[in-house]
């Protein structure tokens, strides 16, 4: 009992031992004192105008919001990332088992013609103590995996979801362009009364007729190809939503051509609200912690052992107290040569740890790149939608006056198709920077983290303790 007593205390003594290797301090990041886009902006304070959680609300389209609710449930790639972050919890359990001791069990029974039958049973037990806290580096690295791999589930989400919103943007061009070009088939068809009107009457060449309805195909055609990319996208987002193309049909509907303002001050909470950002410096936390874990190869490694049993003859008086076998004892191992091999692990740590602090620090620049290029798109393309609305307003006007010039017989007809050919080009291109400043709305919210926040990743340590594992709530 006394060997026991001091066993317990000097593994009490030696586990109170600070572990080896360097403890993590975030690197500094590589900022620029604002946005080249925008004015006043400083790091990582979050505002309350900011989008959380279901971050396409800001939209107001309720058909957005109910193809993105079956995103986060039934995309499979997402599946994926789910069972990796499974996967981490359960490393971060098997990295604690270090901490306690084995015990194994054996039984044996033999029968001689000299002994009889001999029984044996014994429970041995060793424990590597962790003094230099080999096995906290190694529990503090696979936490800050998992808290990666959340990050990582985070911002999978996140990508899918954009995706999801981005292709739905395409839907809705396409569907406008679709409404578009039936306008202008329709218009079109008129054009063509009015030169076969004139043709009967004889003030009209043959050749307007046909150039007429040469027009009309040729806007009949586009129309039936802008169904290609409506369907297209339309299967995007069946996928993204985890079922076949064949399970979803999206009623028809209009692109919008408003976009959900902006505050000045949003790019304030970029570092705080990227769950690529976390993940990166989940990545750089787990590397730091593994040097310890290779550094703790210089240091000699303690173990107790001891084995308890009996071991006789059950049917013989003599076998039961005074049959006992044990013993106990301790050891210490230490490393003498080994070719630098641990010197190099160590190194080995070291520089995989910096690769990760340049990934770390290229992940905010990308981060800021991404905020800067949709700020700049937002700010371009509104100014070109002002311009493209006036283009199409005039081109209006300009096609209604050579209608009504080559109908009064003062204009020939190639004026009239100039202007309607005109006129179609300048509302394609109007519609088309339309949805880019929408694509570009859902990039800015995107590059600033979506509804994501660092306060949603889950507790690592909390999910893969054994409670939390025995709990209805962890199933």
């Known amino acids: 009992m006394r060997g026991a007593r001091y066993a317990a205390a000097l593994a009490l003594a030696l586990g109170g031992c600070a572990p080896v290797g360097p403890n993590f301090q975030q690197p500094a990041a590589v900022l620029s004192p604002q946005y080249k886009e925008i004015a006043g902006w400083k790091a990582a304070t979050p505002r309350a105008a900011e989008p959380k959680g279901e971050w396409w609300s800001v939209f107001h389209d309720p058909e957005l919001s109910r193809l993105m609710s079956a995103v986060a449930i039934s995309n499979q790639t997402l599946k994926a990332d789910e069972a990796n972050y499974r996967q981490a919890l359960a490393l971060i359990a098997e990295a604690r088992a270090g901490f306690f001791p084995t015990i194994n069990g054996t039984g044996s029974a033999t029968r001689s013609s000299v002994g009889g039958t001999n029984f044996t049973a014994e429970a041995q037990g060793s424990w590597t103590l962790d003094v230099w806290g080999q096995v906290r580096r190694a529990v503090e690295a696979q936490q800050a995996g998992a808290e990666a791999s959340a990050a990582t589930l985070a911002n999978a989400t996140l990508s899918a979801q954009s995706a999801l919103a981005l292709a739905y943007v395409q839907l809705r061009q396409a569907d406008s362009l679709e409404a578009l070009l039936t306008r202008t088939v329709a218009e079109y068809q008129r054009s063509q009364t009015i030169t076969q009107n004139q043709y009967a009457a004889g003030t009209a060449a043959k050749s307007d007729v046909i150039t007429a309805q040469a027009q009309v195909l040729n806007a009949q055609a586009q129309l039936v190809a802008a169904g290609v990319t409506r369907a297209q996208s339309e299967h995007a987002i069946a996928v993204l939503m985890g079922r076949p193309p064949a399970g979803l049909a999206i009623p028809r509907g209009a692109l919008a051509t408003r976009t959900p303002p902006i505050p000045a001050n949003l790019p304030s909470a970029l570092l705080e609200r990227r769950p690529d950002v976390a993940a990166a410096e989940e990545t750089m936390r787990q590397a730091n912690a593994e040097i310890g874990v290779a550094f703790a190869g210089y240091f000699p490694a303690v173990s107790l052992s001891g084995l308890i049993g009996y071991s006789g003859n059950p049917f013989i008086a003599q076998y039961g107290a005074t049959n006992p076998v044990w013993s106990f004892g301790s050891a210490l191992a230490q490393p003498l040569v080994n070719g630098g091999l ?134």
């Open 342 to 475: 641990t010197g190099a692990q160590v190194e080995a740590a070291r520089e995989a740890y910096q690769a990760q602090v340049a990934l770390y620090r290229q992940t905010v620049l990308n981060a800021i790149q991404q905020v800067e290029d949709a700020l700049a798109g937002l700010r371009i393309h509104g100014r070109e939608v002002t311009i493209q609305a006036e283009d199409v307003r005039i081109s209006r006007q300009a096609t209604q006056i050579a209608l009504n010039e080559y109908r009064a017989g003062t204009q020939a007809f190639t004026a009239v198709v100039v202007a309607e050919a005109q006129q179609l080009s300048a509302e394609e291109a109007l519609l088309a920077t339309q949805a880019q400043l929408q694509a570009d709305a859902v990039n800015l919210i995107v590059a600033l983290g979506g509804g994501w926040s660092a306060s949603r990743l889950p507790d690592a340590a909390a999910a893969s303790s054994p409670a939390a594992a025995a709990s209805p709530a962890s199933e």
